[in-house]
């Protein structure tokens, strides 16, 4: 079956560095989009950013634009999020998601996701 593995979160402080890497497995992913998103306490979950695995084309929210970069190993099979100068505002809980919509800014475009990682970041 399919799996989502994501990996490298923990506590930064600001302005610090981190990155999150997220596994596929399962299922070969060449036409799916990837996705990056996260949850804060009390908050709905939030699109970060997304890539398509066979164009390589990048999206990105705009809280993280010029920030984060996600990008893709074809063979790991493997999706990464680069985040660099973090703030507090960026704690939350990271999913990675596997999709086939156009949608890929919404939750409702995934299929797949993964367990989630804590991001930490200290003021």
């Known amino acids: 079956q399919v799996q989502l593995v994501e990996s490298g979160g923990g506590l930064v402080q600001a302005g610090g560095s981190l990155r999150l890497s997220c596994a596929a497995s399962g299922r070969t992913f060449s036409n799916y989009s990837m996705g990056w998103f996260r949850q804060a306490p009390g908050k709905e979950r939030e699109f970060v950013a997304a890539?398509?695995?066979?164009?390589?084309?990048?999206y990105y929210a705009d809280s993280v634009k010029g920030r984060f970069t996600i990008s893709r190993d074809n063979a790991k099979n493997t999706v990464y999020l680069q985040m660099n100068s973090l703030k507090p505002e960026d704690t939350a809980v990271y999913y990675c998601a596997a999709g086939t919509t156009v949608g890929i800014r919404s939750p409702r475009g995934y299929d797949y996701w993964g367990q989630g990682t804590q991001v930490t970041i200290s003021s």
């Open positions: 890539i398509r695995w066979n164009s390589g084309n990048t």
